[in-house]
C-alpha cells in the first residue's frame, strides 16, 4: 500500500472547524502594514495609469499630439505597459533577497523606490520645457515604478498569509489585495478633488502635479508603519533551520516552472479587467463618449469600494469553499457579463455607464481576493517570495501591461467597444482554465519542514516522479497532472 500524502485522506487543516478568537496585536499590526503599504503603492502606480488617460499626451509627447491625436493616446496609454515589463526584474531582485534576508526589508525598499519615483514625476519639465528629454525622463521614472511594483505585492501577500491562522489565509491574504481598490480610491478620489478646485487650463499646467508629490507624505506614514512589523514567522524558521538552496531562482525555475507558469496564467484575466477600471474607462468615456471628467471619476470611485469589498469578500469565502472554486466563479462571471456591460457602456448614458462598471468591479473580487493565499500554498517556503513574485509580474505583463493599449486599438479599428468585451472574455477562459489545473491546496503546511523533506527526497532519488510543493504534496496532484 502506498504511502499517503499528509494531506491525503484528511481534511484539509482550513476545513477544521476552529473556535474563532480575536486577532493578536501581531496580526492586526501585519494587517495595517500590508493594506497600508500596498495601498500606498498601488496609489502611486495608479495615479500615473489615470494621468495617462487625461493629461500626459500633450504634455510630453507634444509632436505627435499635433500629428494625431489618436496616435498620441495609443502612446500615452502604452507607457502605463512600459512599466509591467520591468515588473520580473523587480520580482527576480526582491525575491532572492526576499527569499534570503527576509520579507521586511524588501517592502520598506519597495516602498520607498515607488515613492520616490512617483514624486520625481511630480517634478518633470514638460516636453515644451525641455524637449525630448521630457518623455525619456518620464519613462525612466514610469520603469523604476515599475521596477518596484514588481518586488511589492510578493513580499506583502507573504506576510499576510504566512502570518495568518491556517483557517483564515485567504481572509489575511484578502488584505493587501484591498490595497489595489483602496489605491485606486486615493488616486481616482485626488484626481477628482483637484479637477473640482481648478480650470482645465491650471489642472493641465500643475494640478495634475500634486498627487504625484502627495506621495512623500504617504511614503513617510507607510514607511513608519512598515519599519514596526516584525517578519515573517515562516522565514524566521526557515532562517533557524537554514535549509534553503543558495540560488533560489536557479531552483525555482529547475522545480517549479509549471507553478511559475499557472501563476501567470492564473493572473491574466482579472489584471487586464482590472486595468479597463483602471485607466481605460476614463479616457473611454471622455473621449468617445463625450462624458464629464469628474461624473466618470466618481463613477471610478463607486466601482472601487465595490471591487474593495468583493475582494476582502472573495478571500473569505475562499477559506469556506476553497480557493479554486472562489477564481471559478469570478471567471465565470467576468465571460459572462462583458457583452451585457459594454451594451451598457455604449449607451453614453451615465447611469448605464456606471452600472457596468460597478458591477464588473463586483465581480473582480472573486478572481483577486485569494489570490495571495492560493500563490503562497503553491510554493515551498525557500522560493516562494520569488515563485509568487515572479508569477504575477508575468501574468501582469501579458494581462494588464498593454489592456488600455490594446482596447484603445481595438475601438479605433472596429468602431465597437464590444470587441473590447471580446479580447476580455478570451483572457478569462485562458485564466480559468489555468485554475483549474491546480488541484485545491486550501490548508497545505507552509512551514519549512515540508519543503525539507521534498529537497531530501529529491536529493535521495534524483529527480522524483513529481517535485514537492509545501507540505509535502506532490506538485503533479496540486496541479492537476
Given at each position: 500500500m502506498e504511502p499517503q500524502s499528509p494531506l491525503?485522506?484528511?481534511?484539509?487543516?482550513?476545513?477544521?472547524?476552529?473556535?474563532?478568537?480575536?486577532?493578536?496585536?501581531?496580526?492586526?499590526?501585519?494587517?495595517?502594514?500590508?493594506?497600508a503599504g500596498t495601498s500606498i503603492e498601488w496609489f502611486d502606480f495608479f495615479i500615473y495609469a489615470q494621468a495617462a488617460s487625461l493629461v500626459l499626451a500633450p504634455l510630453f509627447f507634444g509632436p505627435l499630439s499635433e500629428d494625431s491625436p489618436g496616435l498620441a493616446?495609443?502612446?500615452?496609454?502604452?507607457?502605463?505597459?512600459?512599466?509591467?515589463?520591468?515588473?520580473?526584474?523587480?520580482?527576480?531582485?526582491a525575491g532572492r533577497y526576499g527569499d534570503r534576508l527576509g520579507r521586511k526589508k524588501m517592502l520598506v525598499l519597495t516602498l520607498v523606490t515607488m515613492g520616490g519615483a512617483t514624486s520625481l514625476i511630480g517634478l518633470l519639465p514638460t516636453y515644451s520645457?525641455?524637449?525630448?528629454?521630457a518623455p525619456v525622463l518620464l519613462m525612466l521614472l514610469r520603469i523604476l515604478q515599475g521596477f518596484s511594483a514588481g518586488g511589492e505585492w510578493g513580499g506583502a501577500a507573504l506576510m499576510s498569509v504566512e502570518h495568518a491562522p491556517v483557517h483564515r489565509r485567504g481572509t489575511f491574504g484578502a488584505y493587501p489585495q484591498i490595497g489595489v481598490p483602496i489605491g485606486l480610491i486615493l488616486a481616482t478620489g485626488m484626481l477628482w478633488a483637484i479637477t473640482a478646485v481648478t480650470t482645465p487650463e491650471q489642472f493641465e499646467t500643475w494640478g495634475w502635479r500634486i498627487p504625484f508629490l502627495f506621495s512623500v507624505v504617504l511614503v513617510v506614514v507607510g514607511y513608519l508603519?512598515?519599519?514596526?512589523?516584525?517578519?515573517s514567522p515562516v522565514f524566521q524558521e526557515m532562517l533557524e533551520?537554514?535549509?534553503?538552496?543558495?540560488?533560489?531562482?536557479?531552483?525555482?525555475?529547475?522545480r517549479n516552472k509549471r507553478e511559475v507558469l499557472l501563476t501567470a496564467l492564473i493572473f491574466v484575466g482579472n489584471n487586464a479587467a482590472g486595468y479597463l477600471v483602471?485607466?481605460?474607462?476614463?479616457?473611454?468615456?471622455?473621449?468617445?463618449?463625450?462624458?464629464?471628467?469628474?461624473?466618470?471619476?466618481?463613477?471610478?470611485?463607486?466601482?472601487?469600494?465595490?471591487?474593495?469589498?468583493?475582494?476582502?469578500?472573495?478571500?473569505?469565502?475562499?477559506?469556506r469553499i476553497g480557493r479554486v472554486r472562489t477564481f471559478q466563479f469570478g471567471y465565470a462571471f467576468m465571460f459572462l457579463w462583458m457583452l451585457p456591460m459594454f451594451l451598457l457602456v455604449d449607451t453614453g448614458d451615465l447611469v448605464l455607464f456606471g452600472a457596468g462598471i460597478v458591477i464588473l468591479a463586483l465581480g473582480l473580487g472573486f478572481s483577486y481576493g485569494p489570490m495571495s493565499a492560493l500563490y503562497a500554498e503553491m510554493f515551498p517556503v525557500s522560493v516562494r517570495y520569488s515563485g509568487v513574485s515572479i508569477g504575477y509580474a508575468l501574468g501582469a505583463i501579458l494581462g494588464g501591461a498593454f489592456a488600455p493599449t490594446i482596447a484603445e486599438l481595438l475601438v479605433q479599428g472596429t468602431g465597437w467597444g464590444g470587441s473590447v468585451?471580446?479580447?476580455?472574455?478570451?483572457?478569462?477562459?485562458?485564466?480559468?482554465?489555468?485554475?483549474?489545473?491546480?488541484a485545491e491546496p486550501k490548508g497545505v503546511?507552509?512551514?519549512v519542514g515540508a519543503a525539507d523533506r521534498g529537497s531530501a527526497d529529491r536529493d535521495a532519488g534524483g529527480r522524483d516522479s513529481t517535485d514537492r510543493g509545501s507540505g509535502g504534496q506532490d506538485a503533479a496532484d496540486r496541479t492537476g497532472a
Amino acid at each position: 500500500m502506498e504511502p499517503q500524502s499528509p494531506l491525503q485522506g484528511a481534511a484539509p487543516a482550513g476545513d477544521r472547524r476552529q473556535a474563532p478568537r480575536k486577532l493578536t496585536a501581531g496580526e492586526r499590526k501585519v494587517l495595517a502594514s500590508t493594506l497600508a503599504g500596498t495601498s500606498i503603492e498601488w496609489f502611486d502606480f495608479f495615479i500615473y495609469a489615470q494621468a495617462a488617460s487625461l493629461v500626459l499626451a500633450p504634455l510630453f509627447f507634444g509632436p505627435l499630439s499635433e500629428d494625431s491625436p489618436g496616435l498620441a493616446a495609443v502612446v500615452s496609454l502604452a507607457t502605463i505597459g512600459i512599466s509591467f515589463l520591468f515588473r520580473p526584474l523587480g520580482a527576480i531582485v526582491a525575491g532572492r533577497y526576499g527569499d534570503r534576508l527576509g520579507r521586511k526589508k524588501m517592502l520598506v525598499l519597495t516602498l520607498v523606490t515607488m515613492g520616490g519615483a512617483t514624486s520625481l514625476i511630480g517634478l518633470l519639465p514638460t516636453y515644451s520645457e525641455i524637449g525630448v528629454a521630457a518623455p525619456v525622463l518620464l519613462m525612466l521614472l514610469r520603469i523604476l515604478q515599475g521596477f518596484s511594483a514588481g518586488g511589492e505585492w510578493g513580499g506583502a501577500a507573504l506576510m499576510s498569509v504566512e502570518h495568518a491562522p491556517v483557517h483564515r489565509r485567504g481572509t489575511f491574504g484578502a488584505y493587501p489585495q484591498i490595497g489595489v481598490p483602496i489605491g485606486l480610491i486615493l488616486a481616482t478620489g485626488m484626481l477628482w478633488a483637484i479637477t473640482a478646485v481648478t480650470t482645465p487650463e491650471q489642472f493641465e499646467t500643475w494640478g495634475w502635479r500634486i498627487p504625484f508629490l502627495f506621495s512623500v507624505v504617504l511614503v513617510v506614514v507607510g514607511y513608519l508603519i512598515r519599519r514596526a512589523v516584525e517578519e515573517s514567522p515562516v522565514f524566521q524558521e526557515m532562517l533557524e533551520r537554514r535549509k534553503e538552496s543558495s540560488a533560489p531562482l536557479r531552483d525555482l525555475m529547475r522545480r517549479n516552472k509549471r507553478e511559475v507558469l499557472l501563476t501567470a496564467l492564473i493572473f491574466v484575466g482579472n489584471n487586464a479587467a482590472g486595468y479597463l477600471v483602471i485607466a481605460y474607462f476614463l479616457s473611454y468615456g471622455t473621449s468617445v463618449l463625450g462624458l464629464e471628467r469628474s461624473a466618470i471619476l466618481t463613477v471610478i470611485v463607486i466601482a472601487s469600494v465595490a471591487w474593495l469589498a468583493s475582494t476582502l469578500w472573495g478571500g473569505m469565502l475562499s477559506d469556506r469553499i476553497g480557493r479554486v472554486r472562489t477564481f471559478q466563479f469570478g471567471y465565470a462571471f467576468m465571460f459572462l457579463w462583458m457583452l451585457p456591460m459594454f451594451l451598457l457602456v455604449d449607451t453614453g448614458d451615465l447611469v448605464l455607464f456606471g452600472a457596468g462598471i460597478v458591477i464588473l468591479a463586483l465581480g473582480l473580487g472573486f478572481s483577486y481576493g485569494p489570490m495571495s493565499a492560493l500563490y503562497a500554498e503553491m510554493f515551498p517556503v525557500s522560493v516562494r517570495y520569488s515563485g509568487v513574485s515572479i508569477g504575477y509580474a508575468l501574468g501582469a505583463i501579458l494581462g494588464g501591461a498593454f489592456a488600455p493599449t490594446i482596447a484603445e486599438l481595438l475601438v479605433q479599428g472596429t468602431g465597437w467597444g464590444g470587441s473590447v468585451g471580446l479580447y476580455i472574455m478570451l483572457l478569462a477562459v485562458i485564466s480559468g482554465g489555468a485554475v483549474s489545473l491546480v488541484a485545491e491546496p486550501k490548508g497545505v503546511d507552509l512551514g519549512v519542514g515540508a519543503a525539507d523533506r521534498g529537497s531530501a527526497d529529491r536529493d535521495a532519488g534524483g529527480r522524483d516522479s513529481t517535485d514537492r510543493g509545501s507540505g509535502g504534496q506532490d506538485a503533479a496532484d496540486r496541479t492537476g497532472a
